[in-house]
């Protein structure tokens, strides 16, 4: 290769890979009081025990669309976990994460006005394990998460109203960096 074409693509080589429009979580939950911060948090560990296992797939290769598949194994069988997509980072305390991060911010906080609470504007999924305690669910929304503000995923309790009603906190999982 000659020095003039070689010069000319050193600024290539240099330059920043483009961030991939598929970003992967994989982990293993852990106790929030774990020595180093764990990326998986579990809260209640009778449904989601220590060890059990989540991969979630986040998936915004088209503009303006955003599709979440998580995947678990290991979890408190035949079992409905609502889940959302949440405004702060996960932490000893469950509350850490905040509220549902929502497309277009509720100005009154908690949200409840189902104007802004809602599946359009929230990401939402109902994870529900078989009997071994695996399961899969996704997703899909019409908009991108603003970059950095929906930092992790809260799965739920879930109570007898049904599986949209959240009830306690009882995992979060970490999300981006």
Known sequence: MSAPLATALLPLALLAP?????????????PATAFVPPTAVSYADDLVPYGAHTRIVTDRSI????VLTMTVSGLAPDHEFPAHLHTGACGADPASSGPHYQDAPDPVQPSTDPAYANERNELRLVLRTDGQGE???TAAVTWEPRPG????LVLHAGTPAG???AGDRVACVKLGK
């Open 18 to 30: 483009t961030a991939s429009p598929v970003s992967v979580v994989e982990a293993a939950f852990d």
């Open 63 to 66: 503009p303006g669309r955003t």
């Open 135 to 137: 399961g899969t669910a």
């Open 149 to 152: 503000e929906a930092r992790s």
């Open 163 to 165: 599986p949209h009603a």
